[in-house]
Nanobody
Framework: QVQLVESGGGFAQAGGSLRLSCAAS????????VGWFRQAPGKEREFVAG????????IYADSVKGRFTISRDNAKNTVYLQLNSLKPEDTAVYSC??????????????????WGQGTQVTVSS
């Protein structure tokens, strides 16, 4: 069974930074695609960033491009999301997700199989 555990959320002021971690366990993730989604109160869950565990260029939502960076540490089975230049509209629950057997990065939540419990990010103005 695949398990994803997020950490690193919290409070930040506008312009500040946070780093989220997603620790994966349960099996080899070499063929997995991994994504970060977020959901703000009253809004639908939206794609934030995605990366292939095997390598290649990540992709980002336009709203976070240039501010957020997704990366992975294969040795630690961990994917990170670095959040810089935070804005109040970045406030949301952030969740990591994984899909086995991916050949490309998916941007729709329904295409992913495994989800973490989520971590809250709150940005004050």
């Amino acid at each position: 069974q695949v398990q994803l555990v997020e950490s690193g959320g919290g409070f930040a002021q506008a312009g500040g930074s946070l780093r989220l971690s997603c620790a994966a366990s349960g099996r080899s993730f070499s063929t997995y695609g991994v994504g970060w989604f977020r959901q703000a109160p009253g809004k639908e869950r939206e794609f934030v960033a995605g990366i292939m565990w095997s390598g290649g260029s990540p992709i980002y939502a336009d709203s976070v491009k240039g501010r957020f960076t997704i990366s992975r540490d294969n040795a630690k089975n961990t994917v990170y999301l670095q959040l810089n230049s935070l804005k109040p509209e970045d406030t949301a629950v952030y969740s990591c997700t994984a899909r086995p057997g991916s050949k490309y990065i998916r941007t729709q939540a329904a295409e992913y199989d495994y989800w973490g419990q989520g971590t809250q990010v709150t940005v004050s103005s």
